[in-house]
């Protein structure tokens, strides 16, 4: 992995061994030294995930049983690294995560206002109910997401073109 230890939190540098400050570079190794609050907003399945951690082959539902149960299983995985944000033991910390297949959902406006819902909760309401701790029982600024198929707001993604953002046969 290339040298980025000088982009990623020094306290989490600090506190690792030196063969082991690579894993500063994910979230479930820096969180807990982020002193900050944080509102992560995330697919469950994200494509870009799938193909570069899980190598599948294929989008679901275009899936062989065994790359779907792979597929599935991926949610619990991720949940488990995710559970600072999960539990609410990342102090201060709020959540959007979807279970779209989807990658980098906040890069424009597609979703944010409209679209993906959890929880009857759009990101938006989800982010400001967290940021102005304006919780309440309809907007707790932490909304999970059931297993996926089971969000019908979810976009009929990915694209088809999909395949050649990641380099290869991927999702066609």
């Known amino acids: 992995m290339q040298n980025a230890s000088s982009g990623v939190n020094q306290k989490c540098i600090s506190a690792t061994p030196v063969q082991d400050q690579w ?12 002193q900050s609050p944080v509102f992560a907003l995330q697919s469950l399945y ?8 899980l190598n599948l082959p294929c989008i679901p539902p275009n899936c062989s049983d ?4 792979i597929f599935l299983h991926w949610r619990t995985t991720f949940l488990e690294v995710f ?4 539990n609410g033991t990342a102090k201060g910390s709020g959540v959007f995560a979807d279970s779209c297949v989807e ?10 206002n409209k679209g993906i819902l959890v929880g009857g909760q759009t990101p938006h309401q989800t982010f400001y109910a967290w940021y102005f ?10 909304e999970i997401d059931c297993p996926y198929p089971c969000n019908h707001h979810c976009p009929k ?8 953002w990641l380099g290869s046969n991927f999702g066609e």
């Open 103 to 112: 990658h980098c959902q906040s890069v424009a406006d597609l979703h944010w």
């Open 83 to 86: 559970s600072p944000f999960v």
């Open 66 to 69: 065994h790359y779907y149960q």
């Open 157 to 164: 993604y990915p694209p088809r073109n999909v395949g050649a």
């Open 46 to 53: 994200d494509f870009n995930q799938l193909k570069t951690v």
């Open 23 to 34: 894993q500063c570079y994910f979230a479930q190794y820096t969180m807990p030294h982020i």
């Open 133 to 142: 701790n304006s919780s309440t029982e309809q907007h707790t600024g932490r």
